[in-house]
């Protein structure tokens, strides 16, 4: 038996930044390859100084200028020892 993916995306950085505390900033375009999904996200995602924090933030419109936990698309993840 073939297992394939269930969803699958390609994702594409567009542009990259670092501001004045050291973290990095990425627009990243996502594409999902099945056609029942949204075809494209437009995704910001922040990776803290450290490495240690990755927060992000998706729309389906123009790229997010600022992250709004309370969104459904919102995500952070923690480095954990």
Known sequence: MIH???LAYTYTVTDSWKDSEGNIFF???E???????????????K???????LEMESTTWDYPTEFDTDSFYYRI???QE
């Open 31 to 45: 594409e999902a390859e099945q056609q029942m999904f949204s075809p494209l996200y437009c995704t910001l995602w």
């Open 77 to 79: 993840y923690y480095c």
């Open 47 to 53: 990776l803290s100084d450290t490495g240690e924090t």
């Open 27 to 29: 627009e990243i375009k």
């Open 4 to 6: 394939r993916p269930y």
